[in-house]
């Protein structure tokens, strides 16, 4: 069965929207990295619960990455989130020009890992971003 609200706290919210056809993560401040890996297996839980296909990750507050975490995000995380097989990401922009640099390189990795099979765009707003998901 699906489920709605899998994690909100200080750092993160993740659930599903649009009629649970979208599974949101959203960061909402810089993130220690033991929060940060908890947030994001609890993201991948509720994509594979889901089965879900779009994937809007609104990083407008969120902070840079720690190297340590973004590599196990490329190690751990991707391999696994490989096997929900989604098709849509939208991504929008962090206000902090670091992080969204830091963001377009992560990003930019998780389109290699998938092999072109996963169309991911970059959006200011969030209305816009779930629109292009629904279309």
Do not use: H
């Amino acid at each position: 069965m699906a489920y709605s609200a899998a994690i909100q706290n200080r750092f993160a919210k993740v659930e599903m929207i649009a009629d649970n056809q979208v599974a949101l993560l959203e960061w909402l401040s810089f993130v220690p990295s033991e929060f940060y890996r908890e947030i994001l297996s609890n993201f991948l839980t509720l994509l594979k619960t889901n089965n879900c296909k779009r994937i809007l990750i609104n990083n407008k507050k969120g902070k840079v990455v720690a190297p340590s975490d973004q590599m196990w995000l490329n190690k751990n995380w991707l391999p696994e989130s490989q096997k929900v097989g989604f098709e849509k990401v939208a991504v929008i922009r962090s206000k902090d020009a670091f992080a969204s640099f830091a963001d377009q390189r992560m990003f930019e990795t998780l389109e290699r890992a998938y092999g072109g099979k996963v169309n991911l765009e970059f959006f200011d707003d969030e209305t816009d971003a779930l629109a292009w998901l629904m279309a």
